[in-house]
Nanobody, 123 residues
Framework: QVQLVESGGGLVQTGDSLRLSCAAS????????MAWFRQAPGKEREFVAA????????YYADSVKGRFTASRDNAKNTVYLQMNSLKPEDTAVYYC????????????????WGQGTQVTVSS
């Protein structure tokens, strides 16, 4: 089992930045590829970004490419999502997720989930 706890959400204005963190415990963190998803009210949970086991590979949803950066620190068992140039449409609950294989972009691809952190971007 892997336990995931997100933090860092909040209320910001359009154009602001925010950094989310996800702390992992349980099994060896570096054995898992990590991802961020988000879910806005009334919408499906959607993929945002993923980072590979060692952090050398990342990929992003087109909607956040160039604005968001995913990274990880395996010594701290933590994955991050740096969000810049935030827009109102980024408002959602953000979740981190873990899986042992690489390159999953749907929620069914991931085995472990955090409880989520709310990000609200006002216009």
């Amino acid at each position: 089992q892997v336990q995931l706890v997100e933090s860092g959400g909040g209320l910001v204005q359009t154009g602001d930045s925010l950094r989310l963190s996800c702390a992992a415990s349980g099994r060896t963190f570096s054995n898992y590829a990590m991802a961020w998803f988000r879910q806005a009210p009334g919408k499906e949970r959607e993929f945002v970004a993923a980072v590979s086991w060692g952090g050398t590979s990342t990929y992003y949803a087109d909607s956040v490419k160039g604005r968001f950066t995913a990274s990880r620190d395996n010594a701290k068992n933590t994955v991050y999502l740096q969000m810049n140039s935030l827009k109102p449409e980024d408002t959602a609950v953000y979740y981190c997720a873990a899986r042992s294989r690489w390159k999953g972009t749907t929620k069914l691809d991931y085995d472990y989930w955090g409880q989520g952190t709310q990000v609200t971007v006002s216009s």
